[in-house]
């Protein structure tokens, strides 16, 4: 596969974060280009999820920068990094359980029209933009096979009804980027098809995504570019091919339970 | 002794729609939002107090003489702009108490309230001249009566009065709540991390509902101190908050209808031990011992809490899910 586009939508130089004594992330730097999908993998504990808190604003780095389109998005709230088209999903998914599959997606609809207090009691304000809104969450659950269960709390999904939701609420957003974290994890093999042929499709429609993935071979199949992560920053990155025979990897990999 | 029902239903029914009014506020900060507030009765105080100064007689004045009062502030404005200064105050010392303490997590929360309430609490004992301490205020206006309505047809003008009130509250709370608003609301309650990760500035979200629950507190406080016609720090305890609770889960968190509906029946429990002097095997206790009625009432609002959370875990009248809106094909056809 070749890389789409060359510019980099995203880009981390040299971000520190700590907890304590233990440095999570380590002076890490990467790019993802635009268009791309690009796998970050690495053991348990390499500081992959921590990444994408320090990316997503839940975690502010402790020194580094990183950089969303051109422009500094290290001192960003989440909420403000999500309305500018830079959206994640979480390794357990966090849906909202005790509103409707089509709630969660209704929640997510960048259009702020009745979200206000003042506006919100004047009905015929807002009562079309929901119209519109609801559409595009039917269509977008269509596309994940979630519509027949849009009436069904969020919190009676399986697992991986949970993974294919928050994918398809991230998308509510319109997003330009997507983080997904783990997304085939406990995922049965229809679903992950679903959700596999989804990022695909998105992908080729101009959707960047960087995916956190335990399963090599799914990941290595559909990635442009592969990260490696070890001890809070990256130690190999490339093509998936080149990457799955670096010696690093191996070792990163294999290393601790070998020796 | 035979019960006056009328008058006792009266007495019940404005009592109930005064804390309909907490657990609507209540409601707004816990079951739709999630936020656990423990100091509810500091808004409900904050509103009596400031409905009571702005309608009192300045001092000087010759009602003011008349009355043989002594309390030092008191601004002879009308009813209404009392219950507008009282949402103010209510809402202002919630958003006070928020701008500090909405961002901590659910438990901490829980604790702040409560001791920011006992603070404002110790506040209004303490600052006599604006609250006459324990003494507190007994002359507060209770406006048309004796001039426009008779003092014997009082009671049931003040219910009509309250009723009109409360009802145009929980339609303009049920508004809100049905609305992008209160969705933005309720994922908060679910998951903040998930909402903010949406999109949603929660803290600003978090700090509006309290701000507008504590304003419905605020009020409740009015419509309470008129009904009374005096007000001292004495009556506002956090028992009250703890009532405003059993309300709203009993009734339905997370349900306007609902906690309303609990309301009705904390109140209508809370007021009918006074019957249990009458009942004839007690009369032997309940002679002897004047504490006997008073701590039954809390049994016997236990044992009902109990019963409910048995039988209704998710109050009476539980939440509604809220179903997906027609496709474009229905609304077509429509
Ligand atoms: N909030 C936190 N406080 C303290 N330590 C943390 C925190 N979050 C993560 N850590 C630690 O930081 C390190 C990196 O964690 P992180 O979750 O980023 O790893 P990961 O690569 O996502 O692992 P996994 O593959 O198991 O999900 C771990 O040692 C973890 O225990
Ligand atoms: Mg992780």
Redesign the interface.
């Known amino acids: 596969m070749t890389i789409p586009d060359g510019t980099p939508v995203l880009r981390l130089d040299r971000v520190v974060k700590s907890f304590g004594g233990l440095m999570a992330v380590d002076h890490c730097s990467f790019d993802v280009e635009a268009g791309t999908i690009t796998g970050l993998i690495g053991p348990n504990g390499a500081g992959k999820t921590t990444t994408f808190n320090l990316i997503a604003g839940v975690l502010a780095p402790d020194d580094g920068d990183i950089r969303y389109r051109g422009e500094s998005i290290a001192t960003l709230p989440p909420d403000r990094i999500a309305r500018r088209g830079l959206v994640r999903t979480f390794q357990t998914p966090r849906i909202f359980a005790r509103m409707t599959v089509w709630e969660n997606m209704m929640f997510a609809t960048p259009e702020p029209a009745g979200e206000g207090m003042l506006r919100a009691l004047f009905r015929p304000a807002w009562k079309r933009q929901e119209e519109k809104t609801s559409d595009a969450a039917r269509d977008i659950l269509t596309f994940v096979e979630l519509e027949p269960l849009a009436n069904e709390l969020g919190g009676s999904l399986s697992g991986g009804q949970r993974k294919l939701l928050e994918l398809a609420r991230a998308l509510m957003l319109r997003p330009q980027v997507i983080l997904l974290d783990e997304p085939t994890a406990g995922v049965s093999p229809t679903m992950r098809r679903i959700l596999i042929d989804r990022i695909l499709e998105l992908n080729r429609t101009g959707t960047t995504f960087l995916i956190i993935e335990h399963d090599l071979d799914m990941i290595m199949r559909i990635c442009h570019k592969m990260i490696v992560m070890h001890y809070g920053k990256p130690i190999a990155e490339g093509e998936p091919q080149v990457v799955r025979k670096d010696p690093r990897v191996l070792e990163a990999y294999l290393g601790g339970e070998v020796a | 002794m035979t019960v006056e029902w009328i008058p006792f239903l009266t007495l019940l029914g404005t009592l109930a729609l005064i804390y309909s009014l907490l657990a609507l506020g209540l409601n707004l900060h816990y079951g739709y939002t999630g936020l656990l507030n423990f100091g509810h009765v500091a808004f409900f105080a904050a509103g009596a107090f400031a409905s009571a100064l702005a309608t009192l007689p300045p001092p000087g004045s010759a009602a003011y003489q008349e009355l043989g009062a002594r309390y030092q502030i008191g601004f002879g404005w009308p009813l209404p702009v009392g219950m507008a200064l009282a949402a103010v105050a209510g809402g202002a010392l919630a958003l006070l108490i928020g701008a500090t303490s909405v961002r901590l997590t659910s438990h901490y929360l829980a604790i702040a309230t409560f001791a920011m309430a006992e603070i404002f609490h110790s506040f209004l004992s303490n600052e006599e001249w604006l609250t006459q301490g324990v003494y507190g205020i007994s002359v507060v206006p209770q406006p048309l009566k004796g001039t426009v309505i008779p003092v014997s047809q009082y009671p049931y003008f003040y219910l009509l009065f309250t009723a009109i009130t409360v009802f145009a509250l929980l339609f303009?709370t049920q508004?809100?709540t049905e609305?992008?608003?209160?969705?933005?609301l309720?994922?908060v309650r679910?998951?903040e991390?998930?909402?903010?990760?949406?999109?949603?500035?929660?803290p600003r979200v978090k700090l509006?509902a309290f701000t507008?629950g504590g304003a419905l507190a605020g009020i409740a406080g009015s419509l309470w101190v008129h009904f009374i016609g005096a007000v001292h720090v004495g009556q506002f305890v956090p028992l009250i908050t703890f009532q405003v609770w059993l309300a709203v889960l009993m009734g339905g968190a997370?349900n306007n209808l609902g906690v309303v509906f609990g309301a009705f029946i904390l109140v209508a429990f809370r007021e009918s031990t006074r019957f249990l002097n009458n009942i004839p095997l007690l009369d032997r206790f309940t002679a002897a011992n004047p504490t006997f009625v008073p701590s039954l009432r809390f049994v016997i609002i236990g044992l009902l809490l109990v019963a409910i959370i048995r039988f209704f875990p998710d109050g009476v009248l539980p939440?509604r899910?809220?179903?997906?809106?027609g496709?474009?094909q229905d609304?077509r056809l429509s």
């Open positions: 303009l508004r809100l609305s992008p608003f209160g969705r933005v309720r994922g679910e998951d991390l998930a909402a903010r990760s949406l999109g949603k500035n929660t509006q507008l997370g939440e899910h809220r179903k997906a809106i496709t474009r609304r």
